[in-house]
């Protein structure tokens, strides 16, 4: 288990919980996680590369069809699960509001970070510049190879593509940037998850029968009852 590999919330252990669950802690199930975290409950959800973002209140256990859920609720280990694609864990601490988000290259080309800060606001009244934002670790623009990339991914601007390659990173941070997070409020933990198979559970990097399988990197985070 990394622990908490985010300087952003070094300073906010007292009010939140992030790990970054990697290959050598070989979880599968949400019971793992339960068991690893110590926090009976926990909110999973069944990941559809979409832009549907919800409100949990409670344990949620994978009967929703999204790719981003929030909480003002403590105690309650939000998870988002990856093998290559981005995950954020999003942090508003005026307002003790915690969020994750799976952004693989269809989410990212068709809204999921502005659909997440809508839902932010929308129930909350909160505002993106307002939050912190940890990203995971996932493809760098050397692995992130496509067919056709303005083919099919028409959304991202030229400028973040390299031939067949896309930097996947850098127009999510661009999108974090435009919607208001302030880039002091920003940071992703360092390294790619094809480039460093004996690290990260990867998709395109070999493991795909062990990700079908159920096992991923895993991004959980959860509020502190203060």
């Known amino acids: 288990m990394i622990g908490n590999p985010f300087a952003l919330f070094s300073s906010l252990e007292d009010q939140v919980v992030v790990h970054m669950f990697?290959?050598?802690?070989?979880?599968?199930?949400?019971?793992?996680?339960?068991?690893?975290?110590?926090?009976?409950?926990?909110a999973a959800l069944n990941q559809v590369h979409g832009t549907r973002v919800i409100r949990v209140d409670g344990p949620l256990a994978r009967t929703e069809d999204a790719d981003g859920m929030i909480t003002d609720t403590p105690n309650l280990i939000l998870t988002v699960r990856t093998a290559d694609?981005?995950?954020?864990?999003?942090?508003?601490?005026?307002?003790?509001?915690?969020?994750?988000?799976?952004?693989?290259?269809?989410?990212?080309?068709?809204?999921?970070?502005?659909a997440f800060f809508k839902t932010l606001k929308d129930e909350w009244g909160a505002e993106a510049e307002e939050a912190l934002v940890a990203a995971s670790p996932s493809l760098c623009i050397l692995c992130a190879d496509f067919t056709s990339p303005q083919k099919e991914l028409?959304?991202?601007?030229?400028?973040?593509?390299?031939?067949?390659?896309?930097?996947?990173?850098?127009?999510?941070?661009?999108?974090?940037?435009?919607?208001?997070v302030r880039p002091g409020n920003f940071e992703r933990y360092a390294g790619c998850t094809r480039c460093d198979p004996e690290t990260y559970w990867t998709y395109r990097g070999g493991d795909r029968d062990a990700v079908n399988m159920g096992y991923t990197n895993v991004l959980a985070c959860a509020l502190k009852t203060r």
């Not at 990697?22 to 926990?42: C, F, Q, W, Y």
């Not at 991202?156 to 990173?169: A, M, N």
Request: glycine share 10%.
């Open 154 to 180: 028409p959304s991202i601007d030229t400028k973040f593509l390299r031939g067949r390659h896309v930097d996947l990173q850098g127009a999510a941070e661009e999108q974090f940037m435009e919607l208001g």
């Open 85 to 114: 694609c981005q995950s954020f864990a999003i942090y508003v601490p005026k307002k003790n509001i915690l969020g994750v988000l799976h952004a693989g290259w269809r989410g990212l080309h068709t809204g999921a970070i502005p």
């Open 22 to 42: 990697t290959k050598e802690d070989n979880v599968r199930t949400d019971e793992d996680i339960v068991d690893a975290l110590g926090i009976p409950d926990i």
